[in-house]
Each structure stands twice: as C-alpha cells, then as structure tokens.
C-alpha cells in the first residue's frame, strides 16, 4: 500500500458470502422499533430547523410614528381681514392660513401673541381641529389693552400657537414675516398715535 488511491484487496482478503442468520420475532420488533424511533428523530430535527427559521426570519417593521404637530403644520400670514372695525377702534384683523401637511389631524388649542399690552382673539375659536392634507382660514383679532406696554415697532412679531395631534402637544412660535410686522406697525401708530408714551 503506497497510501495514495483506494484499498485494494490483498491475499485472502475477499468478503465471504456469508447467509443470513434466521431472526426471531424479538429482533424483528427491535428492528421496527429502531426504524420508528429513527424517523421520529428525523421529524423532530426537521421541526426544530423550521422553529429556528420562523424564530429567526426578519420582522417586518413597524410603521413610522406620525410627525410632531409642528413638524407637519405651516401658518401663513394672508392679509388684513375686511369688514373688520379696524384699528381705529383699537383692533387690528388680520388673515392667516393654517394647512396640515401630513399626518393626523391637528387640532389647534390656544392662541396667543408674546406683548402685554394686546389680547388676542380668533374666528373659530379655539380649540379646533384641522384634518390632514387640508387648509383653515383663520380670523385673528389683535385689541390693543395698554398702549404702554403694546410694542412701538414691533420687529418680528409672532404668534405663540399650541397644537396637539395622535403624537405629541406643542407649544409653537410661528413668524408670521415683514408684511405682518409692517400691517401691525401701522395697526398700534393709528390705535395708539395719539397716546403720549
């Protein structure tokens, strides 16, 4: 034997033919047994492997959580309201545009505006709700209540608004821009010109 290629039979060293021993009816039950409790085995690593797949396969994922009421509203200043009474009686209306982009709906809680000497008032009144993929008009009425303590030229006014939806309450400051500040600049000088600060 070189130990490369298979065992070749050497001298005396062919399989016998050898007839088979008679068996009894004790091996034959063994042997039945033996065959049962082999494919038991088989079926049980076969249940086992497909447990370890169903326990291991990707689970899908869950959907994404609605967006912060913030993240998906936007306000836009429109326009001095018509019809309104005006600052000369101390008021100043005025238009701004809330669209829900994405989301829930979400419902508006509270209105309000950062100067002490102004009240603040809205048609409709809050809280309402507006739904997904929509626009509200919304009617704001600023009251001058001290002129003292109204601003003089108020820089980047803003509106403080609270939102709510299936996510989360904030409390938002919306920069409404230069046309809003200008429109209420001339709103407080005619409702507070006169007034001697």
């Not at 079926?43 to 990707?58: D, K, M, Q």
Request: glycine share 8%; aromatic share 6%.
């Amino acid at each position: 034997m070189t130990g490369i290629g298979p065992v070749e039979p050497g001298e005396d060293t062919r399989v016998r033919d050898t007839p088979p021993r008679p068996r009894g009816r004790l091996a034959l039950r063994y042997d039945r047994h033996r065959r049962t409790v082999l494919a038991s085995g088989a079926v049980l690593v076969v249940l086992a492997g497909g447990g370890y797949l169903y326990a291991s396969r990707s689970q899908p994922q869950p959907a994404p959580p609605p967006p912060y009421p913030s993240q998906a509203v936007d306000l836009v200043y429109v326009a001095p309201a018509t019809g309104s009474r005006g600052a000369t009686a101390g008021a100043y209306s005025f238009t701004v545009l809330l669209s829900v982009r994405s989301g829930p709906p979400v419902t508006v809680t509270r209105l309000t505006q950062p100067y002490d000497g102004l009240s603040v008032t809205s048609s409709p009144a809050a809280p309402f709700q507006t739904k997904s993929h929509s626009a509200r008009k919304i009617i704001v009425t600023l009251r001058v209540t001290e002129c003292e303590k109204a601003p003089r030229n108020p820089g980047l006014p803003f509106l403080d608004v609270t939102l709510r939806n299936a996510r989360a309450i904030e409390a938002h400051s919306f920069i409404l821009g230069a046309r809003y500040a200008q429109d209420l600049s001339r709103a407080l000088e005619v409702a507070c010109g006169n007034d001697s600060r």
